[in-house]
């Protein structure tokens, strides 16, 4: 796991300068230019006390609707879900820096209650704020980022957003792995990227955007350090034959396309409805 920080000097060392949002080149077919696509910004991401963040909406939600904020499960303040536990309405009073385009901070967002939070088969917790989108909207100029409902396509041109960092690390979805196993945690169809994403401990929960569309496709959570097989810090892959593969220095991304089909009118969790394929409690 790209770990929760506390005070991690390398990891500062290593961070260096921001770097620039990265953009997406133009697509063009013979005779015909396509519109460029809009560079990836830092709107509607956010910072934590330890990980990085989004302000996310789905297909459904209105801009009525109480804002969620999404991360990574094992940035959670009450610490890392157990294997197999899930977390559902628990409260909490965690605050948020809300970063606009330049990646400057803008406000402090609350949440009151943690409405969905695992470790297992995924590695996610969204947090229910105090406003909502229009709200945001009005006081701030800064949307949510819109969760992609449909699953990610290798080869897709990404941004991974750091609130945490305010750095961006532009690369491609290299693949899907089967099972991906870090210690005692398992998760199910991750995202590998390719190497020029060289994410560091504070990514955690970063949203990984589509260059193409704007939507977030996944969220950031991990990569193997130093070559170890299966140990914190050092995921395995596990394919469908149980066949084990270490690739040192090649980082991760839990999917994101499963959880809009579990959330109802009103941001309203449900995880009995149509569709909803995550762990229950």
Request: hydrophobic content about 35%; glycine content about 10%.
């Amino acid at each position: 796991m790209k770990k929760p920080l506390g005070a991690v000097l390398f990891a500062l060392v290593m961070a260096g300068a921001g770097a620039a949002p990265a953009v997406a080149a133009p697509v063009s077919t013979e005779g015909t230019a396509a519109p460029a696509v809009k560079a990836v910004d830092f709107a509607g991401t956010v910072s934590l006390s330890n990980c990085s963040g989004s302000v996310v909406r789905f297909p459904n939600s209105a801009d009525s609707d109480p804002a969620l904020v999404m991360t990574n499960g094992h940035c959670l303040e009450t610490g890392f879900p157990e294997p197999g536990e899930v977390i559902t309405g628990q409260s909490s009073s965690r605050t948020f820096g809300l970063l606009n385009s330049s990646g400057s901070k803008v406000a402090t967002l609350r949440a009151n209650q943690v409405v969905y939070s695992t470790m297992t088969d995924t590695d996610v917790t969204i947090y229910r704020l105090t406003t909502t989108y229009a709200a945001i909207k009005s006081s701030y100029g800064i949307s949510p980022l819109t969760v992609q409902n449909t699953h990610p396509t290798a080869g897709t041109a990404i941004t991974v957003v750091s609130g945490y960092w305010k750095r961006t690390y532009a690369c491609n979805i290299d693949g899907f792995v089967y099972r991906l196993k870090e210690g005692d945690w398992t998760w199910k169809d991750s995202v590998r990227y390719t190497s020029a994403c060289q994410t560091i401990g504070g990514t955690s929960g970063s949203p990984v955007i589509d260059n193409a569309t704007g939507k977030v496709v996944a969220v950031n959570n991990t990569g193997n350090e130093d070559g170890q097989r299966c140990t914190e810090n050092n995921p395995c892959e596990v394919d469908e034959n149980g066949q084990v593969t270490v690739r040192q220095g090649i980082n991760y991304a839990e999917e994101t396309y499963q959880i809009p089909a579990c959330f109802a009118a009103g941001n309203k969790l449900d995880l009995n409805a149509s569709g909803c394929v995550l762990p229950k409690p």
